[in-house]
T-cell receptor, first 115, second 113 residues
Framework: DAGVIQSPRHEVTEMGQEVTLRCKPI?????LFWYRQTMMRGLELLIYFNNNVPIDDSGMPEDRFSAKMPNASFSTLKIQPSEPRDSAVYFC?????????????FGPGTRLTVL | KNQVEQSPQSLIILEGKNCTLQCNYTVSPFSNLRWYKQDTGRGPVSLTI?????NTKSNGRYTATLDADTKQSSLHITASQLSDSASYICVVSPQINDYKLSFGAGTTVTVRA
């Protein structure tokens, strides 16, 4: 069974450029999460989708960040324009929400470096 | 202030030895507590999960304990192996909006031969 798939695994870009991160959740999962991990702040939730609908985007740092989930098998996180402080590892996670102790399964992450 | 505090920040142990990691949390009311293992360059993977009514859970050489009264948890690694070298993250899920996980900063474990 394939896990959560993220692409690219590494991205290096220059300040001001647009960055798009991609995620394919586990088949059958109805919830998707985008996280950011840095040494200073650890793991932070950016946005949560349920059944392709954004439920909580309170963690999105500012208007430069946007996320979409056009269907149950694909999501994107876009940063435009990118800044050096956006450098971090971005994780996508998914889960099958049935109520109770549902596990979030994390992808391998995208390491973003903004020069 | 972080609602999940872990200690120590890092530790080094010799292969075959045991170690114990600590987690204190203030999330209340809470639904469950998990320990995740994160290998370098990989995403976190769930090791154990405990609800408030459980006080111990094992997964192979990993044993987690929970004291809901004192809001403390520990993860014990028995007979460590080189593959146990990773970051171990304590994660607490609240009862309301259970998707909003509170993450500890992690304990980095290095196992040396």
């Amino acid at each position: 069974d394939a896990g959560v798939i993220q692409s690219p695994r590494h991205e290096v870009t220059e300040m001001g450029q647009e960055v798009t991160l991609r995620c394919k959740p586990i088949s059958g999962h109805n919830s998707l999460f985008w996280y950011r991990q840095t040494m200073m702040r650890g793991l932070e939730l950016l946005i949560y989708f349920n059944n392709n609908v954004p439920i909580d985007d309170s963690g999105m740092p500012e208007d430069r960040f946007s996320a979409k989930m056009p269907n149950a098998s694909f999501s994107t996180l876009k940063i435009q324009p990118s800044e050096p402080r956006d450098s971090a590892v971005y994780f996508c996670a998914s889960r099958r929400e049935r109520g109770g102790t549902d596990t979030q399964y994390f992808g391998p992450g995208t390491r973003l470096t903004v020069l | 202030k972080n609602q999940v505090e872990q200690s120590p920040q890092s530790l080094i142990i010799l292969e075959g030895k045991n170690c114990t990691l600590q987690c204190n949390y203030t999330v209340s009311p809470f639904s469950n507590l998990r320990w995740y293992k994160q290998d370098t360059g990989r995403g976190p993977v769930s090791l154990t999960i405990m609800t408030f009514s459980e006080n111990t859970k094992s997964n192979g050489r990993y044993t987690a304990t929970l004291d809901a009264d004192t809001k403390q948890s520990s993860l014990h690694i028995t007979a460590s192996q080189l593959s146990d070298s990773a970051s171990y993250i304590c994660v607490v899920s609240p009862q309301i909006n259970d998707y909003k996980l509170s993450f500890g900063a992690g304990t980095t474990v290095t196992v040396r031969a």
